[in-house]
């Protein structure tokens, strides 16, 4: 009889305990009281007329609520999670392609000038020539000019922090460049000198006062001049 539930023995003791249950509810109780203690227990305190302890009901619609607040709650974690998921992955893609690109693409390191040759310096009009020659093995992406205040104009030549081998794509470590000097002196001051590189590490290819020699029709025919 221990297999009945305690919460029904518990309806029935006070019928047990004023005599007033059926004889089929006696032998269920009786039944059940030789296996259970706390139910005993029970008896013996509303036969010393104690309090009966006032029993919890519990609301099943509340638990419901509570367990549908958790699951809402749960849902809305995920959601949030998911969301973060997206956003750092997002990020870190975005910090691969900056990097890919700083590394790879970004000019900015500097052509030291010990690998490089400057030579055929020419005059054709108001167009200054000259052939650059690096030899270090590796390609040049970029070549910049810059004036100073002074009218020195730096032809710096730029690469990526990882280098790439030269070959027929890069054109720019072996071959012909020209200087427009009327556009240059229309930007400001006069162009007083010429140096490929940068003031802290320079070749110089003209200065004021230099005598030039008149650039190859060869070297014209190249830019589709004559």
């Known amino acids: 009889m221990r297999d009945v539930p305690c919460r029904v023995i518990e309806d ?9 249950c059926s004889e089929e509810s006696r032998t269920l ?14 008896l013996q305190r509303m036969r010393a007329g104690l309090p009966v302890e006032e029993k919890v009901t519990v609301d099943r619609n509340s638990d419901d609520r509570v367990m549908k607040g958790i699951a809402s709650s749960w849902k809305k974690g995920r959601k949030r999670s998911f969301w973060k998921g997206i956003v750092l992955a997002a990020l870190l893609l975005g910090c691969l392609v900056l990097t890919y690109e700083g ?8 052509v030291g000038t010990e690998d490089a040759k400057v030579t055929q310096v020419s005059l054709h009009e108001d167009k200054m020539f000259y052939y650059l020659h690096v030899d270090d093995g590796y390609a040049i992406q970029t070549m910049i000019n810059s004036k100073k205040e002074d009218g020195t104009l730096y032809i710096t030549a730029k690469r990526p922090i990882i280098k790439r081998k030269a070959d027929a794509t890069f ?13 240059q002196n229309a930007e400001g001051k006069e162009v007083k000198a010429i140096y490929f590189g940068t003031p802290e590490d320079r070749k110089l290819i003209w200065k004021e006062g230099m005598d030039l020699p008149k650039t190859e029709q060869s070297v014209l025919e190249r830019f589709g001049m004559e």
């Open 103 to 110: 590394l790879f693409n970004w000019d900015i390191i500097d």
């Open 171 to 183: 054109t720019f470590e072996n071959s012909y460049e020209f200087i427009d000097l009327t556009s």
């Open 12 to 20: 029935l003791l006070p019928l047990y305990h004023d005599d007033v």
């Open 29 to 42: 109780v009786e039944g059940h009281l030789s296996q259970c203690e706390a139910c005993r227990n029970e």
